[in-house]
């Protein structure tokens, strides 16, 4: 029985002493299990533009983040009145953006656009402005008209033998200009009506330019001068006149202005002595009167129709010797309706 025993404690000592053999090959290194975590019951939030899916437990993420859904804003071009933007962007999902700045318009840069002046060969233009930026008429130019020409005139009186005419050249252009001829008066009756220069339009000649009526009467008028078409007057003795030439101021002859023109009269030239009447209306209340010049600009004689006044029908009849005359305007313009000169002999005989 001891000896059973015996072998017993042994038998146990082999097996602890094997066991604890056993326990020491377990020291050697294995790897450590983590410790496992509670499995989280995540709570997503979305993924955002610039965050990924989250866990608001457990901060896990997944996926990636959208990225900003960008739109472009234009750049807006800037101008002279109105104000521009610069080029910016933003997510149509979040505050993300690159803000729009504004330029602002700067105003036109004006540049005055000289006048030029007319001449009697090209319009002219009025002074105007516009913008060297943007290009805009800010003040537009307008047309001038053209300015008559100045002309320097020779006149050639006629003779028995010989018509007689008038030319000029322009000192500006240079350009000429001539007129029909004109005859002397022999015995006989000469009639100028104004409606024979029908049509003739303020500014529309030059000072000193020629009209010929009846191919005996020179009327040189103006730039002034116009015909008075329908303007209708009865005179004392009865004549009903409907046009007058319109002078537009005083006779000149020569004048220390025009020393090569006659200006606002009527040139005739009679071969026998003649009888001169001029119908006409007063230009103003300054008792202008009417007269019959030489051709040095000398009055021969002079109407003395002294108390006319504006607008008065008056009748002045002279008597000259043969010669050549201007029926022209002594202090201003008149409006002359009609002019006859009586010749000689056929003085006596009633006009046709
Ligand atoms: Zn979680
Ligand atoms: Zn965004
Ligand atoms: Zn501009
Ligand atoms: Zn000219």
Known sequence: MKKIIKTLIIAMIVVLAITALAACNNDQPTTPTEPTAPACDHMWTAATCETAKTCV?????????KGHDIVVDEAVAVTC?????????????????IAQETITAPGHTEVVDEAVDPTCVATGLTAGKHCSACDEVLVSQSEVAMVAHKIAYVTTLPTAEAAGKTTGVCTVCEGTFTYDEVNVMGAGTYTLEASALSGIAQYSLADGEVRVVGGVFECHLSNKYRTDDGQKKTFPDEYYGTSRMNFGGKTEINSDANPDMIKNGIVFTTTEAATVTVWWVEGGDDHRQVALYDMDGNIVVQSDNQEAAKNDPCMSTFTVEAGT????????????????VVVGTSAEVPAE
């Open 325 to 340: 005359y201007i029926v022209g305007n002594v202090i201003n313009t008149n409006y002359i309706f009609k002019v006859e």
């Open 81 to 97: 009145t109105e104000d521009g933007l610069t080029a910016g962007e933003h997510c149509t999902r979040c505050d993300y953006a």
């Open 57 to 65: 437990l457990c901060q896990a993420t997944e996926g990636e983040p």
